[in-house]
């Protein structure tokens, strides 16, 4: 299941939220993301590092990415809503998708940000199926 996934590179393997949320999604559903794709979400973690919108949405949203773009965003019709379906169902799950405020109230001293990368997978799991 996506959310064990996720949190086992979030607890155990030390991955940021952005990092364990595609991580979880490539290897859940074969998106085919090589290891310098994989990387480059690394500076989604901690919401862009500035406290923005959420690294463990923008690793949603690179999932979805991944799996629904055949050659550009442009010409994906289904992308759009599946964003906002990502967007709007975290949202409405944490109160918000920026980092600064999602942390602020969802923040545990052992489990530092587990619950919004489980929450991200859980939103994320019912957008992919």
């Known amino acids: 299941m996506l959310k064990e ?3 086992e590179y979030y607890q155990e393997k030390g991955y940021n ?3 364990s949320i595609i991580r979880a999604a490539n290897d859940e559903y074969g998106l085919g993301i090589n290891e310098e794709g994989l ?3 690394g500076g989604f973690g ?3 590092q500035c406290g923005s919108i959420c690294g463990a949405v923008c690793g949603g949203i690179g999932a979805i990415s ?3 773009i055949e050659t550009n965003a442009h010409h994906t019709e289904s992308l759009g809503p599946k964003c906002r379906a990502m967007m709007d169902e975290f949202k409405e ?3 918000s998708a920026f980092c600064a405020k999602v942390r602020k ?3 545990e001293k052992d489990g530092h ?3 919004v990368v489980e929450g991200a997978a859980d939103v994320l799991e019912s957008i992919m199926e």
């Open 66 to 68: 991944a799996k629904e």
């Open 17 to 19: 939220c952005a990092e």
């Open 113 to 115: 940000c587990r619950r």
């Open 105 to 107: 109230e969802n923040f």
């Open 46 to 48: 901690g919401g862009m």
């Open 39 to 41: 990387r480059a979400f």
């Open 5 to 7: 996934r996720a949190r």
């Open 93 to 95: 799950k944490f109160g």
